[in-house]
């Protein structure tokens, strides 16, 4: 009986430490800055009007709908926490409907993704301050900064040049994509396997933040 006592004492006293020591729970929150949203999080009602370039065929590509979340991620132990944040911002286009785009920000990998036509153009943000920084993928994609570019007449200013080099299991060779904060995708360029060129260029543009 006095056993069985001792047992039942330092039973309740584990358990007692384990529900005592996550009362202090500890949240490092990693949260999109707004920077950061200025490149993606679009509203319903935002619009892009883009020209192709060699046959001046013209695309529009608008919001539809988006999806907002934050996760969390325990470290260590439970107590111990990390809280992320999502954004998807999925777009419909005028000549090419049964094509998934979006643009996604996720802070987990201060990832920026911008997913048009099935081409992935990916770079990574400096959240602590106002940058993107060389994307995660090694030699295969870099990024270049401009202080300015005029595209159709119109000047963007701070544009950022991402160059994505993909491995053999994609249908191109090389993805150039300008962007720019608050507004988006710019332009982009994409060399085939075929050695064919299309280029898409934008035109104006309607944005809700």
Same mark, same amino acid.
């Given at each position: ?20 020591? %996550? ?37 529009? !590509? ?13 470290? /260590?132990?439970?107590?111990?926490? /990390? ?5 998807? %911002? ?5 000549? @090419? ?13 201060? /990832? ?26 090694? /030699? ?9 570019? !005029?595209?159709?007449? @119109? ?55």
């Amino acid at each position: 009986i006095i056993l069985n006592r001792i047992k039942s004492i330092y039973l309740t006293l584990f358990l007692f430490l384990i529900i005592s020591g %996550c009362r202090k729970t500890h949240y490092e929150y990693y949260d999109l800055t707004d920077y950061a949203k200025s490149y993606g999080a679009f509203k319903s009602g935002s619009y892009w009007i883009y020209q192709n370039d060699s046959i001046l065929l013209l695309d529009s !590509i608008y919001v539809i709908g988006s999806r907002h979340e934050f996760w969390e991620r325990p470290i /260590d132990s439970d107590c111990d926490i /990390d809280r992320y944040e999502l954004i998807d %911002c999925n777009l419909g286009s005028s000549i @090419n409907s049964s094509v998934t785009s979006y643009i996604r920000l996720d802070s987990y990998n201060s /990832d920026i993704t911008y997913h048009f036509f099935n081409l992935d153009a990916y770079a990574s943000a400096d959240y602590k301050g106002e940058d993107l920084i060389k994307n995660p993928f090694g /030699d295969l994609a870099t990024i270049t900064y401009h202080n300015s570019l !005029i595209i159709n007449g @119109n000047l963007y200013l701070k544009v950022y040049e991402i160059e994505n080099r993909p491995d053999s299991v994609f249908d191109y060779k090389k993805l150039n994509a300008f962007v720019v904060s608050g507004v988006g995708l710019l332009k982009w360029s994409i060399l085939k396997n075929d050695s064919s060129v299309e280029k898409w260029s934008i035109l104006r543009s309607h944005i809700i933040n």
